[in-house]
Structures are given as C-alpha cells and as structure tokens.
C-alpha cells in the first residue's frame, strides 16, 4: 500500500509518499507525477514514511527524473537508511540528487 499526498503551488510540488513503492503501486505514482509535470519546475519528493521501493519504483523515479531534467530540478529529501542502501547498490544515488 502507498499513499501519495502532493501539495502543489505555482510551479513547485511536494509529494509525500508512505508505504512501499512497488510494482502494484508504481503504477499509481507514475500516473500522479505524470497529472503534475506540465509547467512544473521544481519537484520535490519527501520519502520520510516510504518503506520500500521494488525496480518499478526506481523506473517511475528514473522516468521523473528525465522529465524534470528538462523542466527543472527534482529532489528526493527525508530517504531512510534502507531505501539509501537501494539507491547507492543500483547506482541510483549518482542519477538523483538526494538531500
């Protein structure tokens, strides 16, 4: 299960994710970035409560994070020790930028 809170103002979003980000629920994601992205320059995604992420959760972040390398900037901020260890083994901690 995964709930996806998202405050947006102008063009700047933050979307809160808890729970695990996986194959049943990257889906979900992916279609509430995907409403988010037009005219979108900063994206914001707070992992303070997210569990765990499965390779389809890195996808959907890998595909965001293509899109707002054209529009602007994303950045991942509160991720756990756990989901850190899956961003540096894949090499996902070079491609996004953590705070």
């Keep these: 299960m995964l709930n996806i809170n998202k405050t947006k103002e102008n063009q700047s979003a933050i979307v809160s994710l808890e729970g695990r980000l996986d194959t049943v629920t990257a889906p979900e994601l992916e279609k509430e970035l995907h409403a ?3 005219g979108l320059t900063e994206l914001k995604l707070d992992f303070a409560k997210l569990d ?3 390779s389809a ?3 959907v972040l890998l595909s ?3 899109v707002m390398n054209k529009q602007g900037e994303m950045t991942l901020t509160n991720v756990s020790e ?3 260890e899956i961003f540096e083994v894949t090499g996902f901690s070079d491609i996004l930028t953590i705070v």
Excluded: N
Aim: charged share 20%; hydrophobic share 40%.
């Design 36 to 38: 988010l992205r037009p």
């Design 52 to 54: 765990y992420i499965s």
């Design 57 to 59: 959760g890195l996808r």
């Design 64 to 66: 965001a994070q293509k």
């Design 82 to 84: 756990t989901v850190m």
